[in-house]
């Protein structure tokens, strides 16, 4: 059973860098997509980014001048920074894997990181 | 820029009752849609990808069709476990969520 799980700081100052991880667990990385998923309090669904095991990455436009994932194999991990934080990036952060024989669809999913924004 | 619209935006339904619940592409995605339940606190399950093709462990009271721009989710017989809210999702190479559904008790 693959099993995801986000870690990183629950609370940014303004104006810096949210950094958060994905620990995958209960399969190899490799072969599948590994996103970033984002919903803001009582609000709906924003893809962030994915990438593919072998690095190559797609951002969502809206964001993409402040996004960065990346990947590392060796630690089964894979990681979100978003620059230049505000109010409006205070949102559950979800990890979740793309693909496989669900053509596009997120099958597995961490249960979400709360990361508030600070001023 | 492809959008996504999901209709009704809540609904009110009884256990038993046959709950459809549609979403519409701005543009054809062929058959590239998946659908989501959430509950609160709780990360998205994935119940249909592929329009109509459902996940492993999910009940076959849920059943998706459509294609191009139109699509349904439909819970044939609601059951208790089923009160949550259901996000459509475009699968292409920029995923896209629709708004949202909330089916609540009547």
């Known amino acids: 059973q693959v099993q995801l799980q986000e870690s990183g700081p629950g609370l940014v100052k303004a104006s810096e860098t949210l950094s958060l991880t994905c620990t995958v667990s209960?399969?190899?990385?490799?072969?599948?997509?590994w996103a970033w998923i984002r919903q803001p309090p009582g609000k709906g669904l924003e893809w962030i980014a994915y990438i593919y095991s072998s690095g190559s990455t797609n951002y969502n436009p809206s964001l993409k001048s402040r996004v960065t994932i990346s990947v590392d194999m060796s630690k089964n991990q894979f990681s979100l920074k978003l620059s230049s934080v505000t109010a409006a990036d205070t949102a559950v952060y979800f990890c979740?894997?793309?693909?496989?024989?669900?053509?596009?669809?997120?099958?597995?999913w961490g249960q979400g990181a709360l990361v508030t924004v600070s001023s | 820029d492809i959008q996504m619209t999901q209709s009704p935006s809540s609904v009110s339904a009884s256990v038993g009752d046959r709950v459809t619940i549609t979403c519409r592409a701005s543009q054809g995605i062929s058959n590239s849609l998946a659908w989501y339940q959430q509950k609160p606190g709780k990360a998205p399950k994935l119940l249909i990808f592929s329009a109509s093709s459902l996940q492993r462990g999910v009940p076959p009271r849920f059943s998706g069709s459509g294609s191009g721009t139109d699509f349904s989710l439909t819970i044939s017989s609601l059951q208790p476990e089923d009160f949550a809210i259901y996000y459509c999702q475009q699968a292409n190479s920029f995923p896209l969520f629709g708004p949202g559904t909330k089916v609540d008790i009547k």
């Open positions: 979740a894997r793309r693909g496989g024989t669900v053509a596009g669809a997120f099958d597995y």
């Open positions: 209960g399969d190899s990385m490799s072969g599948y997509y």
